[in-house]
T-cell receptor
Framework: AQKITQTQPGMFVQEKEAVTLDCTYD???????LFWYKQPSSGEMIFLIY??????QNATEGRYSLNFQKARKSANLVISASQLGDSAMYFCAMREGFNKFYFGSGTKLNVKP | SAVISQKPSRDICQRGTSLTIQCQVDSQVTMMFWYRQQPGQSLTLIATANQGSEATYESGFVIDKFPISRPNLTFSTLTVSNMSPEDSSIYLC??????????????FGEGSRLTVL
């Protein structure tokens, strides 16, 4: 089974609107971490937000929030007030143990003016 | 947060040649990770580079094709040997964020975009 599943290959959003990028994960570990990264066309991977498996509150970082539903094993990224600069690939990732990372296939987000 | 510098940022290479990618971190780290991202794909871990020992390779990657050096705690190189067009990818160096209050995310270098003709 896939460890990280991102079912949306591509998404469009109007500038200034909110958008949700889906991510589901599969693990039998009790302790794990969930991450979102942004990859612009330049190729670098930019860390956006983190959610720990024991965190009861949803993580927020500026315009980014992570909708963590543990029972459903989902960790959706919500971007509020989209900007043209948000156009990029977005990867969901999970860490098991100290350093074992799994990455999803990514979602390409296009923000329309 | 760690600052990671990768060189070259991009290159166009001829089939059969080899290219070495350098990764410099501004702080000492125990483990460095090398990832490959083929066009339109997700990230795949090539190997984990530990200082003072042989790199640990993931299934599907071998030392002869991707030799790695880790001479100290701030530097590593990845060589892509005897390149073919299938090696055209972005190669990314990364380290774990460590320290008090860390969330254990991976920091990435800017990536090295290789095109093999």
């Amino acid at each position: 089974a896939q460890k990280i599943t991102q079912t949306q290959p591509g998404m469009f959003v109007q500038e200034k609107e909110a958008v949700t990028l889906d991510c589901t994960y599969d693990t039998s570990d009790q302790s794990y971490g969930l991450f979102w990264y942004k990859q612009p066309s330049s190729g670098e991977m930019i860390f956006l937000i983190y959610q720990g498996s024991y965190d009861e509150q949803n993580a927020t970082e500026g315009r980014y929030s992570l909708n963590f539903q543990k029972a459903r094993k989902s960790a959706n990224l919500v971007i509020s007030a989209s900007q043209l600069g948000d156009s990029a690939m977005y990867f969901c990732a999970m860490r098991e143990g100290f350093n074992k990372f799994y990455f999803g296939s990514g979602t390409k987000l296009n923000v329309k003016p | 947060s760690a600052v990671i510098s990768q060189k070259p940022s991009r290159d166009i290479c001829q089939r059969g040649t080899s290219l070495t990618i350098q990764c410099q971190v501004d702080s000492q780290v125990t483990m460095m990770f090398w990832y490959r991202q083929q066009p339109g794909q997700s990230l795949t871990l090539i190997a984990t580079a530990n200082q003072g020992s042989e790199a640990t390779y993931e299934s599907g990657f071998v030392i002869d094709k991707f030799p790695i050096s880790r001479p100290n705690l701030t530097f590593s190189t990845l060589t892509v040997s005897n390149m073919s067009p299938e090696d055209s990818s972005i190669y990314l160096c990364s380290v774990l964020r460590q320290g008090e209050g860390n969330t254990g995310e991976l920091f990435f270098g800017e990536g090295s975009r290789l095109t093999v003709l």
